[in-house]
């Protein structure tokens, strides 16, 4: 197939970035994420079956670039428990139109697995970590996992030669005393830092807006010891707003999806594990492609209707939670759509 669409939504929104979560299990519980009282034994996860194979991705994800998507974010649960996954990187990584693959983890398993996903392509990763202090990580992550793999993992994958952007998510009364240790340190590693804004995703991590810190207290914050200077986006519909450290080259970024809400260029659309096409973090509803996919559709039938989907789409939630208008109730949990 060589046809190339540019498909716009409602809002005149294109479609370039896809993110894929490859499964909806996670060996940790993260409090706003995956809650263990909710996320327990007895939680019933995708049986393997359901799972988009590999070859089914590499097919949706081409079909997803003739569409415009050039940039492709591989996600979860955590990624790195799906098995070989090196080997779907490099599937990706062969399609033509894709410009930029990147993968977000929580590091656990990456030391391991480093080596591995450089050689197969991947130049890019965003490991989650939300403080460097040990009990209160380990509270965090609600399996009482420890710092220092995590920080093994980023070395790892730094000196296999990919760059590494690590995702704090503060929380207020949480994990907010770690703001500053955090910047200190990876500013000292030249990582960038991306400071998170706790977001109301899926239903049961109870969620309230006092516990929100917003992201411009955290850039006044920081500056008061390390004093920073914003930067240009590097492209349209970045989400992160970026400053420097004055006098290096090193960088932290601001993910303020609820204090500034930036749907207005949101142009990502989201595969389930299962293989549903979400078009906002907050829909409540997919588009179920896996069983057209099963079916037998074609490449152009499958086109068509990703097409449909993303015409019709006018998401705008963090914009209208913003405003007040809305608060949605029935929304996928970050673990299934991936974050
Ligand atoms: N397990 C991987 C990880 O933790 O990096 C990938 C999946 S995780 C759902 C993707 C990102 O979503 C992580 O950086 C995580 O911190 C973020 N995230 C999860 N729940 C969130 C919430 N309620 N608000 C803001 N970010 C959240
Ligand atoms: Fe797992 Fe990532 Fe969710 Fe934490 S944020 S529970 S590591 S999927
Ligand atoms: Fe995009 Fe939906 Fe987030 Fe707005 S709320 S930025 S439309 S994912």
Sequence with gaps: MTQNTTVKDQLQRP??????????????RCSYCMPAEIFGAGYAFLGHEK???FEELTRLTSI??????????ITGGEPLLRRDIPKLVSMINEIDRVKDIALTTNGSLLSKLAGNLHKSGLHRVTVSLDSLDNDRFATMNGVGYQVKPILEGIEAASKAGMSVKINMVVKKGTN??????MAHYFKEKGHTLRFIEYMDVGNSNGWKLDQVVP?????????AVMPLEPIEPNYYGEVASRYRYVGTDTEIGLISSVTQAFCSSCTRA????EGRLFTCLFAS?????????REGFSDEQLMDLISKVWSKRDDHYSEERLSNTIIHVNKPEMSYLGG
């Design 270 to 273: 989201r595969l389930s594990a």
């Design 15 to 28: 479609l370039r970035d896809l993110r894929i979560s490859v499964t909806d299990r996670c060996n940790f």
């Design 51 to 53: 799972l988009l194979t």
């Design 215 to 223: 992201n411009q207290f955290i850039v006044d914050q920081i500056h």
């Design 285 to 293: 509803q997919g588009t179920d492609l896996r069983t057209p996919l």
């Design 176 to 181: 907010d005393s770690d703001i500053i240790p």
């Design 64 to 73: 997803f670039t003739q569409l415009g998507v050039e940039k492709i974010r």
